[in-house]
């Protein structure tokens, strides 16, 4: 995990995290619902990029972004940057001081519907995986 | 007589949306009201007997100061509470129960899911604004409805489309 990896170009084939931090985004037979792919009002959704990280890398990020908000880390979803692409969206590395890896999803309509029609098609590409018991 | 007309009513179409002004109507509508608290209750009809109220304000509570996802989220609002709630009872009696979840807008949720490309999502927003996005299999469907305290048809008969009774 280096800061030079923010300066790398995103590419389609590159796999993004989004950190799953309430059980009630997970649904039971284990796939993630629409709701934590909606993004702010801001209009943009914050995803960690795998690209030079150890999966140990991945969880220990999810890690910090849980204790920042003093919660628990149910696991991740993870999906291609390809997915976002095909919806017309756009991401942009961000990186922060804490996740290099940092990105944004970007190109959101600011119309709720929309939002909702293309969070309902994203999640069917999603892969959840739980966070593994000996997470740091 | 009349309560078992009532709740008849209430079962098939959901609400009694009349407001007529005699006697009889009055007390009509005071029985569709009672019986419908009560087949609430019920595990078979209601949304009280599943837990789903439960749910709603078990997420309620717990999103209602900001950042509760670490990303930055928007708190959930009283106001938001109040029309999701309002959302679930007006669903018809004997509706599939919903799963409750949350946006990072402070939206609150409602899922109907039977697959990844069969379901319906329903947000609910500050303002009792409903929208709602489903997969129908090879079909979508989705829409923007002010939220007056009666179910929108459309998203009753999705419902209806994932879950046929």
Not at chain 1, 38 to 58: C, N, Q
Not at chain 1, 72 to 79: F, M, V, Y
Not at chain 2, 36 to 52: A, D, H, P, T
Not at chain 2, 127 to 151: C, D, I, N, P, Q
């Amino acid at each position: 995990m280096t800061a030079a990896v923010g300066k790398l170009p995103v590419t389609e084939d590159e796999w993004l995290a989004r950190y799953i931090l309430r059980r009630d985004h997970v649904r039971p037979d284990g796939t993630v619902k629409p709701d934590p792919f909606i993004p702010y009002k801001r209009v943009e959704l914050s995803v960690t990029r795998h690209i030079d990280l150890e999966e140990a890398d991945i969880w220990k990020i999810g890690q910090t972004v849980a204790n920042k908000r003093a919660s628990l880390l149910h696991g991740r979803a993870d999906a291609r940057v390809a997915v976002f692409l095909g919806q017309r969206l756009r991401v942009a590395a961000a990186p922060l001081i804490d996740d290099p890896n940092h990105a944004n999803v970007l190109g959101w309509p600011p119309d709720k519907q929309r939002q909702k029609e293309i969070a309902v098609e994203i999640v069917k590409e999603v892969h959840y995986k739980e966070k593994p018991a000996a997470t740091p | 007589m009349i309560r078992e007309m009532a709740a008849s009513l209430l079962i098939s179409t959901g609400t009694v949306s009349s407001r007529g002004v005699s006697d009889a109507a009055l007390y009509v509508e005071a029985m569709a009201g009672e019986g419908r608290r009560r087949l609430q209750e019920s595990y078979s009809f209601g949304m009280i007997g599943k837990g789903v109220f439960d749910e709603l304000c078990r997420i309620f509570e717990d999103c209602r100061t900001p950042n509760w996802d670490g990303y930055g989220a928007e708190a959930v609002s009283d106001e938001t509470y109040r029309w999701a709630y309002r959302f679930l009872e007006a669903l018809p009696l004997g509706t599939r129960a919903p799963s409750v979840g949350v946006e990072a807008d402070g939206h609150l949720t409602f899922e109907w899911y039977r697959s990844r490309s069969s379901l319906l999502s329903v947000s609910v927003s500050p303002e009792g604004v409903l929208y709602y996005a489903a997969l129908l299999g090879s079909s979508k469907r989705s829409g923007t409805e002010a939220f007056f305290g009666e179910m929108p048809a459309d998203i009753v008969s999705i419902i209806h489309r994932l879950f046929p009774s």
